[in-house]
């Protein structure tokens, strides 16, 4: 049966996809606003499909935790699914992204009009600042920055070094930083066919406050997320 499902949805939200992207091929000339709705309709969608197909939901804990004014989220990247959910779980952010996908055609037309934030990875010294020159400017604006501290979809139980971008902008912003932990990789594996039913549960942690050097706010980071996301994936198991 999960095949059967996993087929099904994945014929739908990949036909469903590509179909609104040449339907939608216009929308990024929309002003910026216009645009987003557009944008989070489709998002919407993807999570209907989710539910009818799949049974696969979702919960959300700890918005409390969310400060007001700008802040910087460093979230768990276990599967796909939280990349097609962060617009929905957070108020306009801006994403942390390889440079690369904004050359996706149409798709990264969108990106850009919302104004996400791409790196060079290959540049080296040249990414860092840029990556904090395009956050400075998010952070201006009240919107929250979102990043992967890992750099890259980690499977639940597996570990992976965490970068020192985050590190960095959270010293050089002066923001709060909130770890968000997640176990979409239980129900939506990355590079999988396969996805589950059940609930994928979302954990907003209580913010790190500003004032920390960027190695003590690495570590704070790193040891909280780890053990919330393992405690997350431990219930789903």
């Not at 000339?29 to 998002?43: E, F, I, N, S, T």
Request: proline content about 8%.
């Amino acid at each position: 049966m999960i095949i059967v499902r996993s087929l099904i949805f994945n014929i739908a939200f990949y036909g469903w996809t590509a179909f609104l992207c040449l339907a939608l091929v216009w929308a990024p000339l929309l002003p910026r606003p216009k645009m987003m709705a557009v944008v989070l309709w489709y998002l919407g969608t993807v999570a209907w499909l989710e539910r009818t197909l799949l049974g696969l939901r979702y919960e959300v804990r700890g918005r409390e935790h969310l400060p007001a004014g700008p802040y910087l989220v460093a979230a768990k990247h276990q599967s796909a699914w939280e990349t097609l959910k962060l617009h929905l779980l957070l108020s306009d952010p801006a994403v942390v992204l390889k440079r690369e996908l904004i050359k996706i055609p149409i798709w990264g037309w969108f990106a850009v009009k919302a104004e996400m934030i791409p790196v060079d990875r290959a540049a080296r010294g040249r990414a860092m600042a840029s990556l904090l020159d395009g956050a400075r400017r998010v952070a201006e604006r009240g919107r929250p920055i979102v990043i992967f501290p890992q750099g890259t979809r980690t499977a639940p139980g597996a570990r992976h070094p965490y970068r020192i971008g985050v590190g960095m902008l959270y010293e050089q912003l002066k923001v709060p930083m909130v770890p968000m932990a997640l176990n979409s990789g239980v129900y939506w594996p990355r590079r999988s066919f396969r996805k589950r039913p059940g609930t994928i549960i979302v954990e907003f942690l209580p913010a790190i406050a500003p004032g920390l050097d960027r190695h003590q706010a690495m570590r704070e980071l790193e040891t909280r997320l780890e053990a919330a996301t393992d405690r997350l994936v431990a219930s789903a198991a």
